[in-house]
Structures are given as C-alpha cells and as structure tokens.
C-alpha cells in the first residue's frame, strides 16, 4: 500500500532523524511512501505501544516501525499477520512471522574500552559517535521478505557501514522546500537539532 506506521516515543531529535532516515529509506524505493505517527510519549508502555499499532493498522498501514522499546508493537503485527520492525532487542521469538529485522545497540564492547582507558589513566571525556562500522549497532538477521528485498538490505547495511551518509541530497522538507542539494550531506549540528519533518510524514510535529 506504500504507508507504514511509526510508534515513536518523544520528539527529540534523536527520534525525529530516526523517522526521517525511514522515511528517506522507503522513498528511495517508492517516492510516493508515506508513514503515519503515533507518539506514546514514553520509551516502554506496552499497553499503548499496541494500540497505536492497532490503530496504525485500522488506519491502513500494512507495515510498522518503532522507536519505543516493548514488543507489544509487533505481537499486534504477528496477530494481524502483518509485519514490522523492532528496537532495542531482537523481538523474532515474540513475532516469529512478523518482524522484518529489528535495531539493537551492542554497549558492551564500548564500555570495557572505556574502564580499560580509565583503569589505564588515558580516559578523557569526548564525544563519540558509534555506528554499524563500529558494531556498536546491530540489525537482527533479515527475516519474513522476499530474497531481493534481504539482498538490497543488506548491501544498504553495507553501504551505510562503508560511510555512506542516508542524509545526503537532494532532500525535500515536508512542505516540500528544498532541504539538502543533490549530493549535498547533513552536518551533525542539523542532525543533532532536528526539528522537522522530511516530505512525506503525515503528522504535525510537536513543539
């Protein structure tokens, strides 16, 4: 149907780029997507985490995503006989047909790095920026699609852990205003403040 839901907790930048980079991903495929919100305003709330899949559902969306943490989101999906993503944890044992792939974060590595440069005296405070290259971010095993669509993931996953940037233009505003010219990359400053909508989200953002 080319309309996905996002159950999403607050509108933090973190959770807004998470929308966008979706909704660039599925564009890339159909320009004509589209994606849904529902904010829950809490990170893990499985009772409204599931009816804002039902109503994502009863509104038409075939597909969900989540940037909450409790399965509840994709056990509705598996009881429809939908699917969805997951986040945080892999979820396939409580949505075995359902889930597509989920996002997980793998700390632990990071953390011994950092008490061993403690312990070491080399500690010092920094930002750090971590990602798929890193294995500091994981996608659970690509299950529940077609072949083609498992091989496109995949080389994508590639792609993006060989430094591609899915913020890279050209990229439109929600109101259609021009954002990123063809070839042009988001700094980290606008990531990290962003408040706004890419084209195609059909949700008012809150302020």
Do not use: C
């Not at 999403?8 to 589209?34: H, R, T």
């Not at 969900?64 to 969805?84: P, W, Y």
């Not at 047909?97 to 005296?121: K, M």
């Not at 920094?126 to 077609?146: Q, R």
Request: proline share 6%.
């Amino acid at each position: 149907k080319g309309l996905a839901g996002y159950i999403v907790s607050f509108p933090i930048p973190e959770v807004v780029m998470g929308i966008n980079s979706f909704m660039l991903g599925a564009q890339s495929v159909n320009p004509d997507f589209k994606v849904k919100i529902v904010w829950v305003n809490s990170w893990f709330d499985p009772g409204k985490e599931a009816d804002a899949a039902k109503a994502l559902f009863d509104q038409g969306a075939d597909i969900i995503v989540q940037h909450t943490d409790s399965t509840a989101a994709l056990q509705v999906a598996e009881e429809r006989k939908l699917h969805g993503f997951g986040q945080s944890s892999d979820m396939i044992k409580f949505a075995p047909n359902a889930q597509l792939t989920s996002l997980t974060d793998e700390w632990g590595p990071y953390y011994i790095s950092r008490v061993q440069a403690a312990l070491d005296g080399t500690w010092k405070p920094d930002n750090v920026w971590l990602g798929i290259k890193d294995g500091a971010v994981k996608l659970a095993p690509f299950t529940n699609m077609p072949d083609d669509v498992k091989a496109m993931a995949e080389a994508t996953t590639k792609k993006i852990a060989g430094g591609w940037n899915p913020f890279t233009g050209p990229v439109s505003k929600q109101d259609g205003s021009p954002w990123l010219k063809d070839g042009e990359v988001a700094d980290d400053g606008t990531l990290l403040g962003m408040n706004f909508y890419v084209k195609g989200v059909d949700d008012k953002l809150p302020q």
